[in-house]
């Protein structure tokens, strides 16, 4: 439960949950807005207690793109609050899985033992 991606996803999932109550939204916006945040902050969750489920990242990674073009697809790309506070948590979302992607491969790949060039000689 130490890095600080997970917790960054719980973070931006809860407040692009919680914004539609300082944001103005209709009804596209705000549930668009809380059933993203919320799965963000659930990715970010689920990746805490199983930081070797390299899909919880990539689906971390799938929920920020849809967050960003969420505006688009469901209409609310004219309501400024709501639109910028999901295109900066898709994408801040997006940057978050892209980050822990790597260091999620890392720790799978440490607990293989064995295997490669260097163990064959």
Do not use: C, K
Request: cysteine-free.
């Amino acid at each position: 439960m130490r890095r600080w991606q997970d917790w960054a996803a719980v973070v931006i999932g809860a407040v692009v949950a919680l914004s539609p109550l300082w944001v103005d939204t209709n009804s596209a916006a705000m549930w668009s807005m809380i059933v993203l945040g919320v799965l963000v902050a659930v990715a970010g969750l689920a990746n805490m207690m199983a930081p070797d489920m390299d899909m919880v990242v990539w689906a971390m990674g799938v929920l920020g793109v849809l967050l960003f073009i969420a505006p688009w697809v469901t209409g609310y790309a004219d309501f400024g609050g709501a639109a910028w506070t999901s295109w900066i948590g898709g994408a801040l979302t997006v940057l978050t899985a892209l980050v822990a992607m790597p260091e999620g491969s890392r720790m799978h790949i440490g607990h293989h033992h064995g295997g490669g060039i260097a163990s064959h000689g």
